[in-house]
């Protein structure tokens, strides 16, 4: 499968302007959802006073990897949003238009 030529920069590089994830991002639908999903990932730690570490132990992802996806360094696979999705009960994935809020958490 071609990664194509957008591909080759991380999310946070396709911003205008601001700090990521809160940045005004060019036209780039990727990572456009990476900022989203970024946003949402800090809101659920924040909202559960988990250190990173803690998110790393329960979801079994890297605190290296959390840390990245936070900073929108890297292009975050499914597996990863699916396993800290299940251990902070929280949608993370924003569906077609980023910006949709997800589930509400019971």
Known sequence: MSQGDKRSRSPAEHQLHGTWPHAVLDDHHGA???????????AAIDARDWSIAEVSRRSDVARLTIMKVLGGEV????????????????DLWPGRNPGNPGKPAE
Do not use: F, P, S, Y
């Not at 456009?32 to 800090?42: D, I, N």
């Not at 292009?75 to 929280?90: F, G, R, S």
């Open 75 to 90: 292009w975050c696979d499914l597996l990863t949003i699916a396993n800290l999705e299940k251990a902070l009960e929280v």
């Open 32 to 42: 456009k959802v990476a900022q989203e999903v970024a946003g949402r990932l800090r």
